[in-house]
């Protein structure tokens, strides 16, 4: 119990105190190199305490890891998948876009063309969807 709260007030610590520090440090120069700077120290201060506090237990047979690892494998890619293809959606689609509308407020008999390459940008999350479909089925 005491290594959760440890590990939450680490937590809460390592993300209020870079920002912290990037929104103090804004009216001087380099203050983005100080905010990376806590940022950075408290990341790896996280990891190290973390894994000093977490993995100084007991160990688990390895035929029930080997299959929950196997298990969490499969969700993690389907995870990965489907975000990273909503990811580059969404930047294609930003694109596509704008740039659509530039061209339609100039020319407005080109809607159908503007149209395809949003339709096109948005496919990409559909591919990813259908992969991750087809990883856990």
Avoid: H
Wanted: charged share 10%; net charge neutral.
């Amino acid at each position: 119990m005491i290594t959760k709260v440890i590990l939450v007030l680490i937590l809460v610590a390592s993300i209020l105190l870079p920002f912290g520090a990037f929104l103090f440090s804004k009216k001087k120069e380099g203050g983005f190199k100080a905010a990376l700077g806590f940022n950075l120290f408290f990341f790896f201060g996280t990891l190290v305490v973390s894994d000093l506090l977490l993995f100084s237990g007991k160990v688990q047979a390895a035929s029930d890891v080997a299959q929950a690892s196997a298990e969490g494998w499969r969700y993690l890619a389907a995870a990965l998948s489907t975000g990273l293809s909503c990811i580059g959606a969404g930047i294609a689609v930003a694109s596509a876009a704008s740039a659509a509308l530039g061209a339609l407020s100039e020319d407005s008999s080109i809607m159908g063309k503007a149209l395809i390459f949003v339709v096109l940008a948005e496919s990409i999350a559909l591919y990813g969807l259908l992969i991750s479909f087809s990883i856990l089925g």
